[in-house]
């Protein structure tokens, strides 16, 4: 269950937050200022942080600065009263990731927050594991229990994009459009020809295989 941290110094406000945020599932711990935020951080971990700005103590701009000079990359949403086009700009410059302008739509706070999360995830996840293969995206390596190599960038990212989705099936056009960009000149053919090859490093592998859907595109499929 994800575990959200609010500074909020308004009690009501705060409680309302958290009721909303428990009712949709995630578990939720409340404080009053930036200094009681960064206290909690030290003894656990919360996937979201939800900030306001006008704190006593420590406000939401200092506590973010100090959050991110510490190299804590937690996503934060911050929430004020402040409606001016330079209390948002220092916002986003002492590193928060979204903001909200009180009164604060709830529902509409809900979506930020699972979005905020998605983002979250997208980013950490640069790394899938298929049984015994792993593929590293910041390296464009492939791990597998007898050997550790690289791949070309685009073959890469071919099998990246399709490992990401077991069995679901991918267009040329679609594969053309993400990996080689919409503006390409190459053809859908330079897809089946990066296939192949993939096919070829990959023939005796044991974890997985690429289908292809004849007349629609291919598909990785677990083993």
């Known amino acids: 269950m994800h575990k959200i941290l609010i500074a909020e110094d308004d009690r009501e406000l705060r409680q309302l937050f958290s009721h909303v945020l428990t009712k949709n599932g995630y578990t939720v711990k409340g404080v009053s200022n930036g200094q009681e935020a960064l206290d909690a951080m030290k003894n656990d971990y919360f996937d979201i942080i939800i900030s306001d700005i006008m704190m006593p103590v420590m406000d ?11 190299g804590n990359t937690t996503p934060v949403l911050m929430i004020t009263a402040k409606d001016a086009f330079d209390d948002m700009r220092m916002g986003f410059l002492s590193g928060t990731d979204d903001y909200m302008v009180k009164p604060v739509n709830v529902n509409e706070m809900i979506l930020r927050v699972q979005a ?108």
């Open 60 to 70: 939401g701009y200092e506590f973010v600065r100090q959050l991110r000079e510490a």
């Open 116 to 223: 905020l999360m998605r983002r979250a995830q997208m980013i950490n996840d640069r790394r899938q594991v298929i049984g015994k293969t792993t593929l590293e995206c910041d390296s464009l390596t492939v791990t597998t229990p007898t050997e550790t190599f690289v791949l070309p960038q685009k073959e890469f990212m071919l099998l990246y994009k399709m490992a990401s989705y077991p069995s679901r099936i991918f267009t040329r056009q679609q594969l053309m459009d993400e990996i080689w960009g919409y503006e390409s000149d190459s053809d859908t053919h330079t897809v089946d020809v990066h296939i192949g090859r993939l096919r070829e490093r990959f023939r005796d592998n044991e974890d997985f295989k690429i289908v292809t859907m004849r007349g629609v595109g291919y598909k990785v499929v677990k083993l």
